[in-house]
């Protein structure tokens, strides 16, 4: 059975689940106990993050085994695991039971998550690890690009949710035609019943247009939100990028 949706009224408060794997990052260029992601979630928690996101990569480059146990066994709210489709990632998302797993494509020499997944040719692989997780009332979403086919081949491998990679917006958002297609892929998919989360790249500069699309029910934020906690600290900077959001939704 499918977990449930924490709100699926488009017209709900936008989530806002924070991605603190570069909490991670941080420690592991010292590779000592500090600073921890888990006292980084339960900061994000208290500030008014609604979940918490972790993407335990297969070359455990920032969050480690003992990380995602130790945040999965504590957070308040609800976690998002993040991970690569491999039977590795699956078996740990079957023992930790998140409430939800977003699917990501995964390259070893990649930066960061950079595109989406590629769900029409990779659908046989990403159905029977789908079926696993919702077995086992784990919701679950996939990381693709707005585009259409991928957007219906998400709703035929039964998805709950479809998580739109914001990157092309974040990397050029004066283009009128990268918001588009995330408005677009947005209706889309909520037309079809799939609830639409969006997320990659994206900062208190640049949010508010993505905020602001009616159907985007959650945004996943990392990379920025960190940063800005360096000098404002974490608390603060979760704040403002919530405030960022409910000053777009409500300017709609
Ligand atoms: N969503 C997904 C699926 C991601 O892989 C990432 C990056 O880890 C994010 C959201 C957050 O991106 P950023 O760190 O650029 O905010």
Redesign the pocket.
Known sequence: MAATRPNSSAAARQRLYI?I?HVATIRQARRTDEPDPLEAALVCERAGADGI?A?LREDRRHIQDDDVERIAGAVTTLLNL?MGCTDEMVATALRLKPYQV?L?PERREEV??EGGLDVVREAKRLAPALAKMRDAGIRTSL?IAPDDAAVRQSRELGVDAI?LHTGAYSHAPKSPATLAALRTASTLGASLGLAVHA????TIRNVAPVAAIPEIEEL?????IISRAVFVGLDAAVREMRAAMDAARASR
Do not use: P
């Open positions: 991605n794997d996101t993407h993040e977003t990501v960061t998550t990381f998580e997320g990659h790249g994206l996943n934020i990392g990379h920025s």
